[in-house]
Structures are given as structure tokens and as C-alpha cells.
């Protein structure tokens, strides 16, 4: 069964730092290509989602990508043998808040793709940051 729980949100103050974690069942993490996080701001639509980051999850590839808002801050990591990936989020600013989701892509997106939401066909929940000012 393809499932993403993602954990790790919370509040926090500008320059404060939080990381998130996703856990992939078996089978999502199996068929993944990619996987990574992606947010969704307060009255935007889920088309609207915003790619944050994302990294190669087959062996023996050390590829990510992030966006531009948030390179130098944020870090995706993988760890292979409990089928988890984190976002490591330091000095969060008041316009990183919003739901922030996990998911995966079953077949390799075309170059330049990599950070769109809508290629993406696995998805989590969903986990809440908020970040004040």
C-alpha cells in the first residue's frame, strides 16, 4: 500500500529551525524514483503546491534539489534502511509557513520537473509549520 506519514511540524520563532521526517511504507519507497517535500501556503489550492526539495532515492545516487527560496537552509537527507527522508529546516522566516507534504514519483520526471508538485503521485498527509515573527 503506498503511504507517506510525515511528522515534525510545529511553531517556532524567525531563525528558529525544525526538521521533518516522512516514513515510506514498503511499497512507496520500492517504486520511488524521487521523493521530497513540498508545501502548500494558507489559501492556496493544492495545484498551487510549492516544491521545496527533493532527492533521488535509488541506490547508489546522491542527487537533490532544492528552491531557490530555501537553498543554504534547508536540507533533504534519505536514510536507505528506514525508508525515511528528512527536511532539515534552519533559519525559518515568517514566509516559509505552511502545510508541508511529502511525496513520491513512481516514474522518472522529465528533466527540470523534478520540484513539480503535479508529477508527484504519492502524497502524505500533510504536517503544519508555522513560523512567527
Known amino acids: 500500500q503506498a503511504q507517506l506519514v510525515e511528522s515534525g511540524g510545529g511553531s517556532v520563532q524567525t531563525g528558529g529551525s525544525l526538521r521533518l521526517a516522512c516514513v515510506a511504507s514498503a511499497y512507496s519507497y520500492s517504486r520511488a524514483y524521487y521523493m521530497g517535500w513540498f508545501r502548500q501556503a494558507s489559501g492556496h489550492d493544492r495545484l498551487e503546491r510549492e516544491g521545496?526539495?527533493?532527492?533521488?532515492?535509488?541506490?547508489?545516487?546522491?542527487?537533490?534539489f532544492y528552491a531557490d527560496s530555501v537553498k543554504g537552509r534547508f536540507t533533504i537527507s534519505l536514510d536507505d534502511a528506514n525508508k525515511t527522508i528528512y527536511l532539515q529546516m534552519n533559519d525559518l522566516k515568517p514566509g516559509d509557513t505552511a502545510m508541508y507534504f511529502c511525496?513520491?514519483?513512481?516514474?522518472?520526471?522529465?528533466?527540470?520537473?523534478?520540484?513539480?508538485?503535479?508529477?508527484?503521485?504519492?502524497w502524505g498527509q500533510g504536517t503544519q509549520v508555522t513560523v512567527s515573527s
Open positions: 521545496v526539495a527533493v532527492i533521488d532515492t535509488r541506490p547508489g545516487r546522491d542527487i537533490t
Open positions: 511525496a513520491g514519483i513512481t516514474f522518472l520526471p522529465p528533466l527540470s520537473t523534478e520540484l513539480m508538485a503535479r508529477k508527484y503521485n504519492i
